[in-house]
């Protein structure tokens, strides 16, 4: 048991940045298909972090970088409770934790772009929190455990009770990844009225901490999707990795297909879903199991 | 009531192809006052205009943008033939209106998907630009250029533009209209975009004469501005031109002007085409200019103005250009009073400014 | 079976999930974005690829220097004042990075030997500056021989103002009702273009003997021989004076000999030889 935890954990970390970076190439490569271009390589996110790491190191404040590594640190390690099969409620508050961290490294470099992209960051937060815990406990509520292990475990697919869940989970994915319509925050490209909003201020090795952790940050989402399908077979394990795969590039297309909305949309649409699919779904899990 | 707080907005900013600085003071996320401050890329390009001659004037003149350096070209030729008292051929007249209109196609294209792109929708920016592409590249076949296009001289054109040549440009033209329709559609009908459209930065009729709004601002606030109608000015009489009217005054009808006016612009095209005579394109100037002359010309962003003085030789005495932006300045501070700063964008960019035209 | 009813379940919750949106106005661009997946980039992977330029593509100035007298007019016509001639050092320069392509200097140059190149000057970290080595004074050949002033030989001169319209720099002044000719010495710069356009070889650099015209033999009045005229109208179209009509389909050939300079540009021009002086 414990074996098999580490050696996932020693997966997480090794491979996590591997996949993610690969995804977020491959990302930019159907971006720029959608948009009739050639687009980059896709080994171009990697050349991009190598070289934010050879960048010049400079910061507003001391304290920046320090809020910036907590935060590195807390994405990595919900991963890895993720991944060693621990609590999803403790994944989730250490997540929110990190998410908090970048926050206050934002509001620590004192510019009014990081300051408004961190406000909106928090209503962002706001707007997807309560669907992420209604997935924890919809899990819960199926399974009869908050822990991955026991949720991996099981000999049913949970997709079909939790469905409205599993659409909720996605529709917030949206604002966790950060794509239109919803990257008010920050935006992969940088064009918008708050510059690039929360990163406005983190430069070279910062930078390139944050989009690793953005990489660790995104595996482990897509891992919440795949955790709708296991079933303990093969079959379930293939469905799941194929269609969190799909979810991904899902977004990718909802991302070309939308403009970027205003928080107030957000927050209205993320806590409709919420309450309209998962209680309506919670109540129907609590009515049958 | 938040505090106060004060975001710089420019003047470089990656909504703004062109340096303009505004302070935006905010409280929470609205905007309560936008203070402008324009004068990062004056480049005294009126006084060069006094020490180059005539014929090298017009390099210099259409140099002040990039986007409708042909409407500044014609806009200054057509003052200082004004001043000699001469009138360019038929055919080069023909052949300006064209090219004119093609830029407004271009520019109104370009502007387009900057807009998309201020709102954050980057897959239109760039379908908008790829359309776009095929509109330069008739430019560089037909001309040479594809930005400055320097075909424009005192007394016609330098070079004639074969009809063979002119036939194709309309076939493609008329092609691209189904193109560009699949695109303007998006803008008019899909919800997102709508949502950040709509009743945004409304601009009522009597504000935007009173600001003196030119150009589309002007006539998406449903006032029936277009020196294209008012002066007889290129052939544009001959083409029984309408100007396009919007009543809604908000950032949506400011686009849909422009969409409706891309359409309008390759109808005056292909009209053109239809009637346009034979014959020389280039006539004998006299080589030396006297007296003084006002031009006004509807560029893609509205009325410009021109005026030409001449100092009895080859050279000017005074040239003097004013562009629509500067114009429309007034309008878009007014509209930001009171805007979300999510809006800020969309505020600025639908006045279309063209800031190295403002500073010349 | 389970199975297959997950799949269903998937794919019409799927299908809800797209259309719920598209109903409510969202989705608009879905189908130029799928479609586009499957169409071929619009970009160009340049400068790996290269671009097809235009015909009529402005790149960069280029030179023919045989051809070059070091007359200066492109110098003069350059707005930017890119181009520097050194007529006595045979020496003609180009700042690359100043030259704004408008080809001015490719439309004044007498001896048409600058042409406007398609491709562009490739970026460089300096200021590309090319200098072109050409003809001296004393190596070219000059038109007529000589390196004078510009002179005309008024025995011969018709005033027919041939000269005039030729001239790149708008140094002569003709008037053929006051028969007067007269050359801006200042402006004048010496390219010879209006030597090779005098029909009666009057025109030529002091110093030289002016070559000897040819007389057209005859009485001295232009006639036509109506029976070989194909009233093609080359004539009036080349007569500098204007004093040809013809009119193709009413057969007419007329010549008014007052306004005539007997000239004999016609009589060349003419493709059947029908004209006589």
């Known amino acids: 048991m414990i074996v098999k935890a580490v050696i996932s954990i020693i997966a997480y970390l090794v491979l996590a940045p591997l996949v993610g970076g690969l995804l977020a190439g491959l990302e930019r490569k159907l971006s720029a298909k959608m948009q009739r271009r050639v687009g980059p390589p896709v080994l171009q996110p990697f050349y991009d972090v190598f070289k934010l790491f050879e960048k010049e190191k400079m910061a507003p404040t001391r304290f920046q970088d320090f809020y910036v590594l907590i935060f590195v640190v807390f994405v990595i390690a919900s991963g890895l409770l993720f991944f060693a099969g621990g609590d999803l409620l403790l994944v989730i508050f250490t997540l929110t934790i990190a998410t908090a961290f970048l926050i206050v490294a934002a509001y620590s470099s004192n510019s009014p772009y990081a300051e408004v992209g961190a406000e909106r960051e928090l209503l962002a937060m706001m707007a997807y929190e309560p669907m992420v815990l209604l997935t924890a406990i919809g899990f819960y509520m199926y399974h009869g455990s908050f822990n991955v292990r026991d949720i991996l475990a099981s000999d049913t697919m949970c997709l079909l009770p939790m469905l409205g869940i599993f659409v909720g989970w996605i529709f917030i994915l949206t604002l966790k990844f950060r794509k239109s319509p919803f990257d008010l925050s920050m935006s992969h490209h940088a064009h918008q009225e708050l510059v690039r909003g929360l990163t406005t201020e983190f430069v070279g090795r910062t930078m390139g901490l944050i989009e690793i952790s953005h990489w660790y940050e995104n595996v482990f989402l897509l891992g919440f999707v795949f955790l709708f399908f296991a079933n303990g077979t093969a079959w379930g394990w293939v469905i799941g990795i194929v269609v969190a795969i799909l979810t991904y590039f899902v977004e990718v297309f909802i991302d070309n297909t939308f403009a970027r909305m205003k928080w107030q949309f957000a927050f209205k649409a993320s806590w409709i879903i919420a309450i309209v699919l998962g209680m309506v779904n919670i109540f129907v899990l609590y009515l049958c199991y | 009531m938040g505090k106060r707080t004060i975001i710089p907005f420019g003047p470089q900013h990656p909504v703004l192809p062109e340096p303009i600085h505004l302070d935006l003071v905010l409280e929470d996320e609205t905007v309560v006052e936008a203070i402008p401050s324009i004068g990062y890329i004056h480049r005294g390009l009126e006084k060069l205009c006094e020490i180059k001659d005539f014929n090298q004037m017009v390099y210099v003149i259409e140099r002040i943008c990039g986007i409708c350096s042909f409407g500044h070209g014609w806009g200054a030729v057509a003052s200082m033939e004004g001043a000699m008292g001469v009138q360019a051929p038929e055919r080069a007249e023909y052949l300006r209106t064209i090219l004119h209109e093609l830029g407004r196609v271009h520019s109104h294209l370009l502007w387009l998907g900057l807009l998309a792109d201020g709102f954050g929708f980057e897959s239109l920016f760039n379908h908008c630009w790829r359309i776009r592409e095929t509109v330069l590249d008739l430019f560089e076949k037909n001309t040479g250029g594809r930005v400055i296009f320097s075909i424009c001289k005192v007394g016609g054109m330098r070079k004639d533009i074969s009809n063979e040549n002119l036939k194709e440009m309309k076939e493609v033209l008329e092609g691209l209209k189904a193109e560009i329709k699949e695109i303007t559609d998006v803008f008019i009908n899909d919800a997102s975009v709508q949502n950040r459209m709509v009743g945004v930065g409304v601009l009522t009729k009597e504000e935007a004469e009173e600001l003196c709004a030119v150009g589309p601002v002007a006539r998406a606030s449903g006032v029936p501005q277009d020196i294209r109608m008012t002066d007889n000015h290129g052939v544009y009489g001959k083409l029984g031109f309408e100007p396009v009217l919007e009543e809604a005054g908000d950032c949506m009808a400011r686009t849909v002007v422009r969409i409706r006016e891309v359409f309008q612009s390759i109808d005056l095209i292909s009209a053109a085409i239809d009637q346009i005579p034979d014959g020389p394109v280039d006539m004998k100037v006299p080589n030396k200019i006297?007296?003084?002359?006002?031009?006004?010309?509807?560029?893609?962003?509205?009325?410009?103005?021109?005026?030409?003085?001449?100092?009895?030789?080859?050279?000017?005495?005074?040239?003097?250009?004013?562009?629509?932006?500067?114009?429309?300045?007034?309008?878009?501070?007014?509209?930001?009073?009171?805007?979300?700063?999510?809006?800020?964008?969309?505020?600025?960019l639908t006045i279309d400014p063209c800031i190295s035209c403002t500073e010349r | 079976m389970s199975k297959l009813v997950i799949l269903i379940v998937i794919v019409v919750a799927a299908l809800v999930c797209l259309a719920v949106p598209y109903l409510l106005g969202f989705f608009k661009f879905s189908k130029t974005i799928l479609g586009s997946m499957f169409k071929k980039p619009s970009t160009l992977m340049y400068p790996v690829k290269p671009?097809?330029?235009?015909?009529?593509?402005?790149?960069?100035?280029?030179?023919?220097?045989?051809?070059?007298?070091?007359?200066?007019?492109?110098?003069?016509?350059?707005?930017?004042?890119?181009?520097?001639?050194?007529?006595?050092?045979?020496?003609?320069?180009?700042q690359r990075m100043q030259c704004i392509q408008c080809s001015a200097c490719v439309d004044c140059c007498p001896k048409d030997c600058l042409t406007m190149e398609n491709l562009y000057t490739i970026p460089d970290v300096v200021k590309v500056v090319d200098t072109v080595e050409i003809p001296t004074k004393k190596a070219a050949a000059a038109p007529a021989g000589g390196d004078g002033d510009l002179e005309c030989d008024k025995e011969t001169c018709v005033y027919c103002g041939l000269c005039a319209k030729a001239c790149p720099a708008d140094a002569l002044t003709v008037d053929r009702k006051e028969k007067t000719w007269e050359v801006d010495k200042e402006a004048c710069v010496k390219c010879g273009a209006c030597i090779d356009k005098c029909p009666k070889k009057s025109l030529s650099f002091g110093g030289a003997a002016p070559a000897a015209a040819e007389e057209p033999s005859g009485d001295g009045t232009l006639k036509c021989d109506l029976e070989e005229c194909v009233y093609c109208g080359l004539c009036a179209k080349n007569c500098p004076a204007e004093a040809l009509t013809v009119d193709r389909k009413e057969k007419v050939w007329e010549v008014d000999d007052e306004a005539c300079v007997k000239c004999g540009v016609c009589v060349d021009k003419c493709p059947k030889k029908c004209l006589t002086l």
């Open chain 2, 290 to 348: 006297e007296g003084e002359y006002i031009t006004r010309m509807e560029q893609p962003r509205g009325e410009a103005f021109y005026y030409a003085k001449g100092a009895g030789t080859k050279f000017l005495k005074r040239m003097r250009v004013r562009t629509p932006t500067n114009m429309n300045i007034p309008a878009m501070v007014k509209t930001l009073a009171g805007a979300d700063l999510a809006d800020v964008p969309m505020l600025v």
């Open chain 3, 51 to 94: 671009r097809e330029w235009q015909e009529r593509t402005r790149g960069a100035v280029g030179i023919n220097a045989d051809d070059c007298i070091g007359c200066g007019m492109c110098a003069r016509a350059c707005p930017t004042n890119a181009i520097e001639v050194d007529k006595n050092g045979g020496e003609w320069t180009i």
